[in-house]
């Protein structure tokens, strides 16, 4: 019997806790998490999902937790410099051993990627409430299986180059808003053993992870990431610090 797919949804939860924006509980009562884990299983039912949130003991992000997760998405935005160092450690070490990681949205300052990509992953941004035209430029990509090209978001934050990110391994999609920016929305890199996928649709000011079309590439990208048969085993992190150069 083949084991179920094991995802976990990490979440800050500082937004929700503190009730900002306004309309955050109404566009997501079960907070970001809640709506993020309620799409996967639309698409992935007969996955075990689990979420967890920065208040959590160790973040919900123990070791135990970590060895049992195939896939980690992660959701933050208010709160990176609270996610204690060791536990980004701990989340990298399990990466380059194998388990997959989704970065969303504002995640791009997540401690754990920045590590992972050795860069400042900083971006230009504006939060006016504009229309996200979500282009595929790889359709062959198993991430765009079944989304339709392009897709539109008709109410978004802007992201925009430059993107300090590596080059992606692969780019599945760029996204243009109607300001005319234009950004790489949905990269994968692979670290050590690990898949890494970074899509930035989803923001707290809008009902974003509630878009179908959002929910299937999420759905699809945790398939991606995940590498079923791999024996896991978190590698040691001997230079967190060094910034990736190619």
């Not at 504006?126 to 765009?144: F, K, L, M, S, Y």
Request: aromatic fraction near 10%; include cysteine.
């Amino acid at each position: 019997m083949t084991a179920p797919l094991r995802v976990l949804v990490w979440n800050e939860n500082v937004h929700e806790s503190q009730g900002r924006p306004a309309s955050m509980a109404h566009d997501y009562p079960e907070g970001i998490h809640g709506a993020v884990a309620q799409g996967l299983a639309e698409h992935l039912p007969n996955a075990l999902i689990r979420t967890a949130v920065l208040s959590d003991p160790e973040h919900g992000l123990s070791e135990d937790v970590l060895q049992q997760t195939d896939v980690l998405l992660w959701w933050g935005h208010a709160a990176h410099d609270e996610v204690a160092d060791e536990v980004a450690e701990r989340v990298q070490r399990h990466v380059l051993g194998g388990m997959g990681l989704l970065v969303l949205h504002s995640g791009h300052f997540a401690k754990v990627f920045k590590r992972l990509l050795g860069t400042t992953c900083s971006l230009s941004w504006r939060n006016d409430g504009e229309r996200e035209v979500v282009w595929t430029v790889d359709p062959a990509h198993p991430i765009a299986q079944g989304v339709p090209n392009p897709f539109v978001i008709g109410t978004q934050e802007m992201y925009g180059e430059p993107f300090d990110v590596p080059p992606p391994d692969e780019l599945v999609f760029v996204s243009w808003f109607s300001g005319g920016e234009v950004f790489r929305s949905g990269a994968t890199w692979r670290r050590g053993k690990g898949r890494v996928f970074y899509f930035s649709p989803g923001d707290q000011d809008y009902p974003v992870y509630h878009h179908p079309d959002v929910r299937r590439v999420l759905a699809n990208g945790v398939r991606w990431a995940h590498s079923p048969g791999l024996e896991r085993r978190p590698l040691e992190v001997t230079n967190p610090q060094r910034r990736w150069d190619g």
